[in-house]
């Protein structure tokens, strides 16, 4: 063929027709990306208007730094004052089903003090599948308890020390969004009023040495067992404490000595050196004889007809006893988990160690999922991540093995990674395609039982935080 035949031929007049559409395409593409195109400023400028209806102007854009705006579990990207006084903040929240949530906050400036929540607009999310489930409601209960806020409390998905905000099946997307409205409190409180900001997980924690305090739960009993150890308190020192609580009463109280130093008992009343005065003893009992939350009154003692010596190392009996009993309900909030419903939690038990650098040990016994028998696992999770994975058998019967990858039988394939990589393999958050074992390089066989060890390994990722904090999910 003639160069003159190829342009008449049809093959070229093709092959100029598409030529013509990219070019236009792209044309109009770039176009519109021109007519479609939303700056930063022309952004947040509908974020004023969606908030204050174009009634506010910022007076001051405040400098935010990796030292003001970085906390425990959020972060501040951006924070205004405002014309109305008040302080717009663009705050994120970690511990998200698919990763932060961010918001844009309006934090209430009352006579130069923390004055509460009046406005919370969502922003975006790393991956949150759930967000269309969140109503007007939900942002508007974060405005609804500014006297609790002023008195310290902080927003939260379980426990009866923080304001509950949490929409039913979306615990995880709910914890991210609290995470992100107590940052934005935090930024204001620390650096507009440059207080001391210190975030506590529990009720009167600031008086328990938390790298000694260890923690187990068992459901079945539906009791915790603790060893507490406290803080020297003044010329006070340290003492441990051993602590049963079963349905949010004290069932065993010891204090174990010595401990870095011993108390002097001669001058602990005996019935609480022997604890016989805190057995059967409610959060609301003990309570009473510290009325302002924190101090125990040595005039209290003697009312309660206690003697009234050492009162400081009474002080630290009774704020042990505290800590263990106005703390039961965040350190035992099953119905927060995820995976939870594959689970026998009459037989799995949970323990809680920060001696040993954030790790949690879990002994989780799996129900019986279609033909394959129940199988009890014994899991680590250190920082996020499995440390130790073994199947324990036999457990109620032998799981067929045999059929098993290998890798999963002795645990080698789950160590070391992350609910991220374990949550792949289980697309619908529930089931384990069979193809999808193939798919990872992993035997087919005996799909069921497969399946049981994924959702163990989810199970334990994606609670890690909750064992680890008492109620907040990783």
């Known amino acids: 063929m003639t160069v003159k035949q190829f342009f008449k031929s049809n093959a070229f007049k093709s092959l100029a027709v598409l030529l013509a559409i990219v070019i236009i395409a792209g044309g109009l593409l770039a176009i519109f990306n021109d007519l479609l195109f939303v700056s930063d400023e022309e952004r947040f400028n509908r974020t004023i208007e969606k908030i204050y209806g174009g009634s506010a102007t910022v007076e001051e854009t405040l400098t935010i730094t990796d030292e003001n705006g970085t906390f425990d579990k959020g972060a501040v990207s951006a924070a205004y004052k405002m014309s109305d006084g008040n302080y717009l903040i663009h705050s994120s929240g970690k511990g998200g089903y698919g990763g932060d949530v961010y918001l844009w906050v309006v934090v ?8 509460g ?4 607009l969502l922003d975006t999310s790393d991956g949150e599948t759930l967000l269309g489930n969140f109503r007007d409601s939900f942002y508007e209960n974060f405005t609804k308890h500014n006297d609790e806020l002023v008195e310290g409390k902080y927003f939260g998905t379980s426990g009866s020390d923080v304001i509950n905000n949490v929409v039913t099946g979306t615990t995880l997307s709910s914890n991210a969004m609290c995470n992100a409205v107590n940052t934005a409190i935090d930024f ?3 650096a507009v009023l440059g207080e001391e900001v210190v975030s506590y997980t529990y009720l009167y924690e600031k008086y328990v040495d938390m790298t000694q305090t260890t923690i187990e739960r068992d459901f079945a009993a539906n ?23 079963k349905d949010g009463a004290i069932t065993a109280f010891e204090a174990t000595k010595p401990f870095v130093q011993q108390y002097d008992e001669t001058k602990i009343d005996e019935s609480l050196r022997n604890g016989t005065y805190f057995v059967g003893k409610t959060a609301e009992e003990i309570a009473a004889a510290l009325p302002d939350g924190e101090t125990l009154d040595p005039a209290k003692l003697e009312g309660l007809g206690l003697a009234t010596g050492a009162s400081r190392s009474s002080e630290s009996f009774f704020r042990a006893a505290a800590f263990a009993t106005a703390n039961f309900e965040a350190f035992f909030a099953p119905e927060n988990l995820t995976y939870a419903s594959y689970v026998d939690f009459e037989q799995s038990t949970f323990t809680w160690n920060y001696t040993e650098g954030n790790e949690v040990k879990m002994h ?11 199988i009890a696992f014994d899991v680590t999770v250190k920082d996020g991540a499995i440390t130790a994975f073994e199947a324990t058998k036999p457990f109620v019967q032998q799981y067929d093995e045999t059929k098993i990858d290998e890798s999963l039988r002795n645990g080698t394939y789950f160590v070391g990674k992350t609910l991220e990589e374990i949550a792949a393999a289980l697309p619908d958050g529930e089931t384990l395609d069979p193809a999808k074992l193939g798919g990872l ?4 066989g005996a799909s069921r039982s497969s399946e049981s060890f994924f959702r163990a390994a989810a199970f334990a990722l994606s609670n890690y935080t909750f064992y680890l904090t008492g109620g907040e999910q990783a």
């Open 108 to 115: 209430i400036a009352e006579n130069g003090k923390f004055g």
């Open 117 to 120: 929540i009046e406005k919370v």
């Open 188 to 190: 204001f409180k620390s």
């Open 223 to 245: 009791s915790v067992t603790l060893r507490i150890v406290m803080q020297a308190n003044g010329i006070a020192p340290s003492i441990a404490f051993d602590v049963t609580v």
């Open 364 to 374: 989780i016994v799996m129900q019986a999922n279609g033909i394959a028998p129940s």
């Open 441 to 444: 390089g992993l035997a087919t």
